[in-house]
Structures are given as structure tokens and as C-alpha cells.
């Protein structure tokens, strides 16, 4: 089967620019990575309304709280282990305090191979999904970003959205009309299995889908749109119906979405076996992104491994 690729944190800047047209609050926040997270567009067509504060993520992040108390909606734009790790202090007291500051976390995981550990953001979703009143948010494709971004702004809170710069499949071929909180059904051919993947790890977890799938597997394809608050039950309803679930993730398979569905699997005594595709409690190294990746388990041909052991 062949599909579509495009990175989506190629679409961050158009997109911002589109709402920020009809909704003079939105701001920017940058911290010396505009070009590289694509908001140098929005700089452009709106410099009044972009702040650059360099290399100081702590402070960004700062600003970005003061501009949303001001009644400002900001958005604060950088790699996801800057806009998550290395702000943890700030984005903790930010959402103790429900401040309205909108986070887009672009090269998680492993996306930005070449710059190697120091930039792989493995940890992000195990260190927000542990912050009270943080909506986190987990888009496939470019469509599912632009749906996202316009339910953050309608969110009044913290909200932190992942964003692949990876190449990743066009699943929604046309804008959506809204962002739904529930877990969306790819595929369903059948109750086998289900492979369950959080939006920036889509190529790997279809990739692993329809080489099952030509095997004679009838699965279900699954992607955990939002992260929290997630609505289990609609989750809890499908995993009763197949034989064993297997997780797919650009991220550590600790605190992310490995845990997350075993924790459920705990919560609701489900009778399933639990498989899981990421990071094994590592840091990771530098190279070619596909590389990367493929050496440290994330791929399709791993998925279907990890699926038949």
C-alpha cells in the first residue's frame, strides 16, 4: 500500500498565520529555533506579534505565562525536549497557576537524529502527563495539527501539543472539522489484535499494520489522539474485543504510551497481552533519522516482530 508522507511541523507557521488573521491574541514565543520549527512566517508576516528571547527556554517560557495573563494566547514554539525538559520548573508552576499558554513541542522522539541524545525528546509525554491540569495532545498529520492548534486555543489552560517533524502519513485527507478527545480507529479489519501508536510514530505503527496485514492478521490500527485527559472507556471498549495489544511510540516505552495502556489494562482487568515498540530505557545516539529509529526498534518490520513473539 502506498501513502502520502509530509512532515507536519513544516505547516506550524502557515497554520498559526491562518488563525492569527482573525484572532489579533495570538503571540508567538521563540527561543532561537524559528526557522527550524517554521514560525520565522509568522515573524514575518506578524513581527509585533513575535517575540524572540534567544537561547534562554526557562525565560521563554516565562514570557509566555506573563503574555497569557495579560489576555494574550500564546503560543510557545520549540523542540519538544526544550519546550517540556528543559522548562519543567516553569511549565510545572504554569499549570499549577491554569495559565492559558499553548505549547508546540516539534522533533520529538528521535526526530531530530543527527543532533543525537541532547535533542531526542524520549521523555516529554512521561514528564507532562504527570502535570495536573495539562491537556496533552498527540496529532498524526497536517490536518490533524491544524485541528489540534484551533482546540488548544478553545481550551482554557496549559495545553502541550507533539508535533512530528518526521515525515509521517497522510491519514486525513481533508481539514477537519474538529478535534475529537476520543482514540481514533484507523483500521479495523478485525479483533486479532490491536496496534495501538501515538501520532508522530504513525509510519512505524502502519508500516507494521499492513505488513501484519499481509500476513492474513486482521487488526485494528489505533492512534491515542489526545493523551490527557484520555476517555478510557471508549479505549476500554475496543481492548475487550482482541486478543493482544501492542504499543507503538517515539518516545521511552517508560511513563509514555506503554504505560498508559498497561495502566489501563490494570485499571479495568482486562484478560490481553501487552506488547510494546520504543525506546528500552536508553539514550539514544546520533544519525540518519530513518537510522536511528530502525537501530533503536522503531520501525515497521519491528512492530510485526514484537506482534508474532
Given amino acids: 500500500m502506498n501513502y502520502e508522507t509530509v512532515s507536519p511541523r513544516d505547516y506550524i507557521g502557515k497554520i498559526l498565520i491562518d488563525i492569527a488573521t482573525n484572532n489579533d491574541k495570538i503571540v508567538v514565543i ?29 525565560n521563554s517560557l516565562g514570557i509566555t505565562s506573563g503574555l497569557s495573563l ?35 513541542g516539534t522533533h520529538p522522539g528521535m526526530d531530530d537524529g543527527p543532533d543525537g541524545a541532547t535533542h531526542h525528546a524520549l521523555e516529554d509525554l512521561a514528564l507532562t502527563r504527570a502535570l495536573p491540569n495539562l491537556t496533552i495532545l498527540n496529532p498524526i498529520d497536517v490536518n490533524d495539527l491544524e485541528a489540534a492548534i484551533k482546540k488548544a486555543i478553545e481550551i482554557n489552560g496549559p495545553v502541550y501539543i507533539r508535533c512530528a517533524r518526521d515525515i509521517v502519513p497522510v491519514i486525513h485527507n481533508t481539514p477537519l472539522k474538529d478535534y475529537s478527545s476520543e482514540s481514533e480507529v484507523i483500521y479495523d479489519d478485525g479483533n486479532d489484535g490491536a496496534i495501538i501508536f501515538e501520532g508522530t510514530a504513525c509510519k512505524q505503527a502502519l508500516d507494521g499494520y ?39 511510540e517515539n518516545h521511552t ?57
Fill in 30 to 58: 521563540d527561543s532561537d529555533l524559528s526557522s527550524s520549527v517554521t514560525t520565522n512566517k509568522f515573524q514575518e508576516k506578524f513581527p509585533e506579534r513575535f517575540f524572540e528571547i534567544g537561547i534562554a527556554e526557562q
Fill in 70 to 104: 495579560e489576555g494574550l494566547i500564546p503560543f510557545y514554539v520549540n523542540f519538544s525536549i526544550f519546550c517540556t525538559g528543559t522548562v519543567w520548573t516553569q511549565l510545572r508552576q504554569a499549570c499549577y497557576a491554569k495559565l492559558n499558554i499553548k505549547i508546540i
Fill in 210 to 248: 499492513l505488513l501484519l496485514k499481509d500476513l492474513g492478521f486482521k487488526n485494528k490500527l489505533i492512534s491515542i489522539k489526545q493523551i490527557k485527559p484520555l476517555n478510557k472507556e471508549y479505549l476500554v471498549n475496543i481492548l475487550k474485543k482482541v486478543k493482544k495489544v501492542v504499543t507503538v
Fill in 253 to 309: 516505552i517508560y511513563g509514555g504510551l506503554a504505560t498508559i495502556i498497561s495502566e489501563i489494562i490494570a485499571e479495568y482487568n482486562l484478560n490481553i497481552k501487552l506488547k510494546k515498540v520504543g525506546v528500552n530505557d536508553t539514550f539514544t545516539e546520533s544519525g540518519k533519522t530513518i537510522e536511528v529509529k530502525e537501530k533503536y526498534g522503531l520501525s515497521g518490520e519491528n512492530v510485526k516482530n514484537i506482534y508474532l513473539k
